[in-house]
């Protein structure tokens, strides 16, 4: 599952994020899909992280919890990187280890035939241990990253080895006005590359809003292939160290826009900001 609001969640799909701040950084998200359908896949996540300044080491913490139908898969990981310095830059290495855990509802599967070993589940309750691994390349204005969140795969589990390539920036327009371009490409064997866009603007560092495209490499942006779609994300900060934000994406245009093709995200972050910091090398919309 990749989350709309990934560009204020790198450490999700990267573990080299993890200490680019010189703050501690704490965020929850939950994302609901196919509102009022039984069965309709649903998805939280949980991320902290926190950086040891003296030695430019990170660590965090990732949890992701993903249900769909009867199939419930939760993961855990730890996540530790090295920040490189490189003038007014740094490159972050990571590792990400962790484990997975699946529980399978049959209460939810009715059969024709009673005990049908079709839908029997060999693996529920099992901890299964995976690694990971990323590279994150920041500095104020302007980030790109590389990563594998989990190396090995599972057949019988559909765990397969997802790749990710994350990029953005922080630009200035005018005095009150910040724009947020980011973008996330994705590829997993045996699909289309896929990609997602998006283009924040920033009011006085008080609010968000903008636009996103999710498609794959040949379909139109409101293809339903691949969980292409159109959606807008907005966030609000509530003071400077929580912030708020929405994200509402869609499968289907205009008329077609129903309750059955909408996804609705919300996110609340934590930007542990100590207050004798007067200026942050790394603006808090990372």
Not at 69 to 96: E, T
Not at 134 to 153: D, L, T
Not at 165 to 185: C, T, Y
């Amino acid at each position: 599952m990749t989350f709309s609001q990934y560009m204020f969640n790198h450490q999700s799909l990267n573990p080299a994020y993890a200490g680019s701040k010189e703050y501690t950084h704490f965020a929850i998200l939950h994302r609901t899909q196919w509102l009022n359908f039984p069965g309709a896949p649903e998805s939280q996540a949980f991320t902290f992280n926190h950086k040891i300044s003296s030695k430019n080491f990170g660590f965090g913490l990732t949890g992701v919890n993903d249900k769909i139908g009867p199939l419930n898969g939760s993961r855990i990981a730890i996540d530790l990187a090295y920040h490189l310095p490189l003038n007014d830059a740094f490159l972050a290495v990571g590792i990400k280890v962790g484990m997975s855990n699946f529980d399978f509802d049959e209460s939810l599967i009715q059969t024709t035939e009673p005990n049908d070993l079709a839908f029997t589940f060999d693996e529920e309750g099992k901890f299964i241990p995976n690694v990971g691994f990323g590279m994150y390349y920041h500095n104020s204005r302007w980030y790109a990253g590389f990563s594998i969140p989990w190396f090995i795969e599972k057949e019988n589990l559909k765990l397969q080895r997802h790749y990710y390539g994350i990029f953005g920036g922080l630009f200035s327009l005018s005095n009150q006005i910040k724009a947020k371009p980011s973008g996330l490409i994705k590829h997993t064997q045996g699909s289309a590359l896929s990609y997602d866009l998006s283009m924040l603007l920033l009011f006085r560092e008080l609010f968000w809003i903008g636009p996103q495209i999710r498609s794959s490499i040949g379909d139109a942006p409101s293809s339903t292939s691949f969980g292409g779609g159109l959606g807008i994300l907005g966030g609000i900060y509530l003071n400077k160290n929580i912030s708020l934000g929405y994200a509402f994406n869609t499968s289907s245009l205009g008329e077609f826009v129903s309750i059955h093709h909408s996804t609705h995200e919300i996110l609340l972050r934590f930007d542990l900001i100590p207050a004798v910091k007067t200026m942050l090398r790394s603006p808090r919309i990372f």
